[in-house]
């Protein structure tokens, strides 16, 4: 990217979210301001389209247009129809305005026979309505219940994005590894290790380490503060620029240490460490 | 045709504004098929892919309004937004752009399955007849989301190659697919 506009490069790299964050945070600064660069980017977007296109057509699962589509009817939250509850308006019983009947028993029982349908759609309509305020108040809560659900999976994912990404680039092979030094020296081996006792959690990350025979792998240690025997934390090969890393042994949780070391084993790894030590820090207050 | 569909789109996104579920499920039957796939190739996964298009049509459901004309066509739109999603899923990372963010040039239209799938036909031809290793590249940026120099550095070469590879391949297809010289199909199986 140059100071006053962004390479092709760098904009298709953008275009394809393979900038680093901070590229990507300069990239939209610019863009924001620049004509020019946002049209060429739209060019290249528009070229991208062409490669989602060569994708083989895969039929899409069986269901999912349901799943969608009552995804989509939770989502709206729309409020039940309420016109069949309302539209038949109850028709007035002629009860009262009925001619007499001339028989004593049917005059007795006929109150009992128009009542009662009278009164069963009312009772049912009734029913329904308080069932679905029920429902609709049972929805509501579920949908409030939702939203913090998701709202703590994207903060959960936003917190573990962040640890992988911190732990990327601590560890990952494409991560560059430097040791800064005064002057052209060469640096000497060194590592640097961060420790939790209470979490058991231990990242370890070498620099400039010697390479190492087939049968022999480095091993790093754990001198407890209590005067316990040294704990094994991690068998590590340097790679060919002489960096290795040790991310999340296995250890026993709660053990303060004194003192970390590093000393070369047998390819198995050893439980004692053999002498010498060829790296060694005090972990110090 | 393009016209027409165009304003169909258009229409069913004007719907969706009004809160229209059939209009949704219409735009749904139209495009899922085409970000399925872009997500499935991604993910090489039904569950995650599907996982994918639905939050991309609730999305959609959700704000109508993210998608507007200038932006190019709604299926090319799609279509990226598709891939962009699923290499998020991918690398198990929040959304990095929000859909309204991706912006096309491209007048690609897609509305119409038939001629849907005549495009993608005619562009698998014109991947296929890319340099093998500008092919590979290509894939591994758009398909793996790998950076220029995570591929470099998987593939042995130069970084400088890999960017050469990805540029020539984009501008080749470009090119293809402004001249129209479309190779059929049929013939082209015969030759072999």
Redesign the interface.
Known sequence: MNAHHIS??DL??YS???LSAGQ?AAAELHLETCPEC??N?????????????????????SG??E???K???S??Q?AAPVGEFTAAAPRRQPILSDPPEPSRVIRQIQPRRSWFPVLIPWAAAFALLVLTGFLGNRNQKLSELLDIDKGQI?QL??Q??RA?QVLDALTA??AKSVTLTEGKQTPPPSGHTSYLAEKAALVFVGNNLKPIAGDKTYELWIIPEDGRAPLPAGLFRPDDHGAASVVLPPLPAGVPAKAFAVTVERAEGASSPTMPIVLSGAAGL | MAASTAAGDAALLARLQAGDQQAMASLFDRYSGIVYSVAFRVLQDSAQAEDVMQDIFIQIWKKPGAFVSGRGTLGAWLAVVARNRAIDALRRRRPTDSVEDVVLAASTNLAVESERNVLMEKVRIYMHQLPPEQLKTVEMAYFEGLSHSEISEKTGDALGTVKTRIRLALIALRKAMHRQEIPDPAIQGEAK
């Open positions: 092709e490069d298709l790299l394809l979210q393979s990507t946002s049209r980017l739209s060019e290249i977007s528009g070229d991208l389209v062409l490669l989602s296109l060569s994708v083989e057509p895969q039929p899409i699962p999912a247009r799943r969608f589509l995804r989509v009817a989502e709206s729309t994207a994912s936003a573990a994005g992988q092979p494409a």
